[in-house]
């Protein structure tokens, strides 16, 4: 089955700055990427997503770009605020139906 | 805050009681999951209902037990619990087809559970 890494584990970064999140995968059969935020106490949401078919996704100050042949994806984070200080969990799923496979999470320290 | 509720929020239970965690989902989807949240494993999938069709994670004990009346409604049968068991316990709802992706996934508040 669908094996998903995350690194790094924790991140530390001056407001302002930028923060990279990365993810690995293991099906190359995977083609649906997601990305989720969990602020403290709160329910983890999408914050943005991409398919297999695009190598890079932006959203105002979010992005993600994605290599399939190296089955890796990365989440980036420009201009960071105290807001962006959350947990992030990368996930990986077949198109077609397959459930989600989360990674472990990266939680992520916006320092004022 | 409504599309999908969970009760209770908060529940601490002995290892001999019977307890069920309920979840309802306001948003008119077809599948619904839970999910364990804890320190070890951050998100992971126990039980989905998708489709009319039940899909389980195999590694998940027997004392847990889900059951699903309607797609809105969504209970997580608990008997016989282990320390270990103490977790966050993360419902979601999702709009699937079954010729496209997966639907995102909206989640509840979660029910932190307690085991004694």
């Known amino acids: 089955g669908e094996n998903v890494e995350q690194h790094p584990s924790t991140l530390s970064v001056q407001e302002g700055d930028s923060a990279v999140i990365k993810c690995t995968y293991s099906?190359?059969?995977?083609?649906?990427f997601p990305w989720y935020k969990q602020e403290l106490g709160k329910r983890p949401q999408l914050i943005i997503d991409i398919r297999s078919n695009v190598g890079e996704k932006k959203d105002q100050r979010i992005a993600v770009t994605l290599n399939k042949t190296a089955k890796h994806f990365s989440l980036h984070i420009t201009e960071t605020q105290p807001e962006d200080s959350a947990v992030y969990f990368c996930a990986a799923s077949l198109q077609y139906g397959q459930n989600f496979v989360f990674g472990p999470g990266t939680r992520l320290s916006v320092l004022p | 805050e409504t599309g999908v509720t969970q009760t209770p929020r908060h529940l601490v239970m002995g290892m001999t009681n019977k307890k069920s965690l309920k979840c309802e989902q306001h948003?008119?989807?077809?599948?619904m999951y839970w999910y364990k949240q804890s320190a070890k494993k951050p998100l992971e999938l126990m039980f989905v209902y998708s489709l009319e069709e039940r899909v389980e994670n195999n590694s998940v004990p027997s004392r847990f037990s889900p059951e699903c009346p309607n797609s809105s409604h969504l209970f997580l049968h608990l008997h016989t619990l282990q320390p270990e068991d103490s977790a966050l316990y993360l419902c979601?709802?999702?709009?699937?087809?079954?010729?496209?992706?997966?639907?995102?996934?909206?989640f509840g508040p979660g029910t932190r559970l307690t085991v004694l």
């Open positions: 099906d190359s059969a995977s083609n649906y």
């Open positions: 948003l008119g989807h077809n599948a």
């Open positions: 979601a709802s999702s709009q699937d087809s079954r010729l496209g992706p997966k639907g995102e996934q909206f």
